[in-house]
């Protein structure tokens, strides 16, 4: 098993871009949660998802939206981007058990 | 709002030495996990703490949750080069019904020279 991989690794925009990152979750692992984190400091959390829906949600603005597909996957997309986006973006799966991390995605903005 | 307070920020020994690291919080969670983070990977779960007064010990490692589950220590003995990393706190609010949404204290950053 794989356990929770993202795409890409790392990614460079210029300010005013959209991005859009993607997560697979652990075999049998239903919950997709996002997380920023910016360097030297811990994870926020932005959303969840469930069951095709968002769950629950962070303090982010509107400019963070999410999907979840039916296999569970999940993508990331951040319009409008800032210079202050620029942070490791952390994907987590679980499924009434302790959160999985994936390597995550690495946004610089320019 | 910060929910929880990791201390120290930094922390830089050398090899043979004990460490602690603290993280407390006013509010109370059902459960605390602890994680190591390499430069460019995701958070490694190290453990996870559920029970008031809970202590748990892997390898050289000692994790503790308070009493009323509002804190935790990790206590390392005779800190090693290979545990330089970011360790990170991370609770689950007590009365929540989700597994996915932790809040992260901000981290401390562990050097242990050679």
């Known amino acids: 098993d794989a356990g929770v991989t993202q795409s890409p690794t790392h990614l460079i925009k210029t300010r005013g871009q959209q991005v859009t990152l993607r997560c697979s979750p652990k075999s049998g692992h239903d919950t997709v949660s996002w997380y920023q984190q910016a360097l030297g400091q811990g994870p926020q959390f932005i959303f969840q998802?469930?069951?095709?829906?968002?769950?629950q949600r962070g303090n982010f603005p509107d400019r963070f939206s999410g999907h979840q597909f039916p296999n569970y996957s999940s993508e990331l997309n951040v319009n409008a981007l800032l210079l202050g986006d620029s942070a490791l973006y952390l994907c987590a799966s679980s499924s009434l058990s302790s959160p999985l991390f994936g390597p995550g995605t690495r946004l610089t903005v320019l | 709002t910060q929910l929880l307070e990791q201390s120290p920020q930094f922390l830089s020994i050398q090899e043979g030495e004990n460490l602690t690291v603290y993280c407390n919080s006013s509010?109370?969670?059902?459960?605390l996990q602890w994680y190591r983070q390499e430069p460019g990977e995701g958070p490694v779960l190290l453990v996870t703490?559920?029970?008031?007064?809970e202590v748990k010990k892997l390898k050289r490692l000692t994790f503790q949750f308070g009493d009323a589950r509002k804190d935790s220590s990790l206590h390392i003995t005779a800190a090693q080069p290979g545990d330089t990393g970011l360790y990170l706190c991370?609770?689950?609010?007590?009365?929540?019904?989700?597994?996915?949404?932790?809040?992260f204290g901000q981290g401390t950053i562990l050097t242990v020279h050679p």
């Open positions: 703490v559920v029970t008031g007064g």
């Open positions: 998802y469930y069951e095709e829906e968002e769950r």
């Open positions: 991370a609770g689950l609010r007590a009365g929540g019904t989700s597994y996915g949404k932790l809040t």
């Open positions: 509010s109370v969670f059902s459960s």
